[in-house]
């Protein structure tokens, strides 16, 4: 299937572009909302979802259209309707139009991965534009990802928009001393979030047996845990990642350990737990270390660590008794990367 997906920004089009390429649809993005105001929204919204779709190998379509006076002259009427008589309609008709020209079998839109908008007026719409100009439209509730995909763009530090579109949402913002959120959709509820937060472990001694699964070594772990600092992300009541932190100079620290729980590994704990400990430290230190073994050098890159420092050589043999293991391969070096904290990710 040849599907034009209408797109109102990146992070609504992640949950959208995945779930689908899992029905082995893929979409091209299509970028028409001349409806987001004011410009330098607009503008950040539109270069996010290009530096996004570039990044995942999407094909993305963008139609320029700041359409700030035609919007203005249609809504300025009948506000409380804006969104079904204008801002879905003239972005589902455009694309619609534009699929049906281009020789696509169908369109869709990111939309309906919200809660917040009018899912029956969104369909009522589509199904008109596609009767209209005799091409299929693509339904999905989309909403069952909205919280996924919203976990998601945060981690890969994507802009976030704080209001629907236009000047009006952005005002409602302002205006109500007591706001209240969007009535959701008869029978929808927002998927539970869990409670995250990062704390400060003093009981350094009572994570022992966890930290031993990253590094299997007692002698080891003290030499260095009774000077170092260790956090634990905590998810709920429940402390599911720890992390141990040492100084080794003015500007510099050295991430000794890192571990999850095993029930709780793959959700990306690790990675919000050490995010955000670069985060907090980069205000005093420049530079953070770690020694891994080889296997998990891939996930460090992708944590920033990107600068080789250097190799010991026979590091696991000569400081621990027993041979260790990552996965099949026997850890002889250990090998230091470092990152820059001052550093200011581009990619995202």
């Known amino acids: 299937m040849k599907l034009l997906l209408h797109t109102c920004c990146a992070p609504c089009s992640i949950y959208c572009i995945d779930s689908l390429r899992n029905e082995d649809i893929e979409p091209t993005v299509y970028w028409f909302n001349p409806n987001i105001h004011p410009y330098k929204e607009y503008q950040a919204r539109r270069d996010c979802l290009k530096e996004y779709t570039t990044k995942i190998g999407v094909k993305a379509i963008f139609e320029e259209n700041y359409g700030l006076r035609d919007f203005c002259q249609k809504v300025i009427n009948n506000l409380e309707k804006r969104c079904e008589d204008y801002c879905y309609l003239v972005r589902l008709e455009q694309t619609a139009k534009y699929a049906k020209e281009n020789g696509y079998d169908a369109f869709s839109t990111t939309l ?4 917040y908008q009018n899912h029956e007026a969104l369909i009522k719409v589509s199904e008109l534009m596609a009767k209209k100009y005799h091409i299929s439209f693509l339904y999905r509730d989309f909403r069952i990802g909205f919280g996924q995909g919203q976990d998601k763009a945060k981690e890969l530090g994507l802009y976030r928009q704080k ?13 109500c001393h007591n706001p209240v959120k969007p009535e959701l959709p008869i029978g929808y509820k927002l998927p539970s979030r869990a409670n995250i937060q ?3 472990i003093e009981n350094k001694e009572d ?5 031993l699964e990253a590094d299997p070594s007692k002698n080891m772990i003290f ?4 000077d170092s600092d260790v956090y634990g992300l905590k998810v709920d009541e429940e402390i599911v990642s720890i992390a141990v932190i040492l100084r080794i100079s003015k500007n510099e620290l050295e991430l ?3 571990v999850t729980k095993k029930e709780h590994r793959g959700k990306g704990y690790a990675k919000k737990l050490l995010k955000s400990l670069c985060g907090n430290y980069k205000q005093k230190y420049s530079k953070m270390l770690v020694g891994t073994t080889e296997n998990n050098i891939p996930f460090y890159v992708k944590q920033g660590f990107d600068k080789y420092e250097k190799t010991i050589k026979n590091f696991f043999v000569d400081n621990y008794e027993e ?19 001052k550093k200011i990710k581009k990619d995202n």
């Open 207 to 211: 994570y022992i047996d966890l930290l």
């Open 223 to 226: 030499k260095y845990l009774s």
């Open 112 to 115: 309906l991965v919200s809660p």
């Open 198 to 200: 990062v704390k400060k």
């Open 256 to 258: 000794k350990n890192l």
């Open 163 to 175: 209001y629907c579109g236009c000047v009006f949402s952005e005002e409602s913002r302002y205006n």
């Open 323 to 341: 041979e260790i293991k990552d996965g099949d391969i026997v850890c002889t070096d250990m090998i230091y990367y470092s990152k820059d904290l």
